[in-house]
Nanobody
Framework: QLQAYGGGLVQAGGSLRLSCVASGSSLGFSSLVAWFRQAPGKEREGLSCISRSGISTVYTDSVRGRFTISQDKAKSTVYLQMNSLKPEDTAVYFC????????????????????WGQGTQVTVSS
């Protein structure tokens, strides 16, 4: 089972750290973990992904330099540190895993993931 935690209400310019926690083997056998978000009336947007080794990370342009993805394998947890938050970052945030790696920015395509966790709401006030 996969679950995203850590959302909440924060003022613009603030920070939040999201956690994607896996129970069972959902992270243990995954090669990729990614974060997505979906705002009302908008398509799901890929934000960042990290390889199992932790060496390879990818970010979409809108969050690069503000968000950082990391992992703690011992805790079966992948984090998304979000700094300098903006009102347009308001959305439900999801994590997803994939067993086999895909190249480059393909990891930000929601269609390549078949296993999703429940989301967590992030609201950024202006």
């Amino acid at each position: 089972q996969l679950q995203a935690y850590g959302g909440g209400l924060v003022q613009a310019g603030g920070s939040l750290r999201l956690s994607c926690v896996a129970s069972g083997s959902s992270l243990g056998f995954s090669s990729l973990v990614a974060w997505f978000r979906q705002a009302p009336g908008k398509e799901r947007e890929g934000l960042s992904c990290i390889s199992r080794s932790g060496i390879s990370t990818v970010y979409t342009d809108s969050v690069r330099g503000r968000f950082t993805i990391s992992q703690d394998k011992a805790k079966s947890t992948v984090y998304l540190q979000m700094n300098s938050l903006k009102p347009e970052d308001t959305a439900v945030y999801f994590c997803a895993v994939r067993a086999i790696r895909v190249p480059g920015s393909t990891c930000l395509n929601s269609a390549v993931y078949g296993y999703w966790g429940q989301g967590t709401q992030v609201t950024v006030s202006s």
